[in-house]
């Protein structure tokens, strides 16, 4: 009976150290994580600028507003802006300011995109957390991930204009769509 009840103890005492164990050290690196985001961002916004027919970048939801074309452009132009800011040697792309037709647009967001993928190819985790030499003034003092990040925000929150955009030109956005 004794050796029963040890043998159940030493059991339950295995069981509970394997499950109390702390995981085992996960290699994460912020760098990669950054860029997995900005790729994949890039590929999401690439399929939905791509939805809207040519003839439609146009299109303005209201006369105020800008065409889809212009807000297309807009991420490019910001990007590339703000991308400045991180420091690096990777050359910023020419954006051209009247680049609003559906090819030139989109080259240009693509453009942006790749540069960003450059500047993050430069960085480590240690860099990516240090302070950006030329931070924004409306930002403050910021680390080169906190502008990526920013940017990351601001593309999102034209993706959802694009949706808009869309549905009222009677096409669904490409994450919306069945099979």
């Not at 109390?20 to 890039?42: C, N, Y």
């Not at 297309?72 to 991180?86: E, G, P, Y």
């Not at 030139?104 to 957390?129: H, N, P, R, W």
Request: charged letters at 20%.
């Amino acid at each position: 009976m004794k050796q029963v009840v040890r043998t159940a103890g030493l059991v339950c005492a295995v069981i509970v150290g394997v499950m109390l164990r702390p995981a085992a050290a996960q290699s994460v690196s912020i760098q990669a994580e950054m860029l997995k985001d900005w790729t994949d961002l890039k590929e999401t916004m690439t399929k939905i600028a791509n939805e809207m027919p040519a003839d439609k970048y146009g299109f303005k939801p209201t006369p105020p507003q800008q065409s889809f074309g212009e807000r297309n452009l807009h991420i490019a132009q910001v990007n590339v802006r703000f991308l400045r800011a991180i420091g690096g040697k990777a050359a910023p792309p020419a954006i051209d300011a009247n680049a609003t037709s559906k090819e030139a647009s989109m080259k240009a967001v693509a453009d942006s995109f790749d540069y960003g993928t450059a500047l993050l190819k430069e960085l480590t985790d240690q860099t990516i957390l240090q302070a950006a030499p030329m931070a924004p003034p409306f930002l403050g003092p910021s680390t080169r991930a906190r502008i990526y990040t920013f940017l990351i925000g601001h593309t999102w929150d034209i993706y959802g204009q694009f949706a808009v955009y869309l549905r009222l030109n009677g096409k669904v956005p490409p994450a919306s769509q069945r099979p």
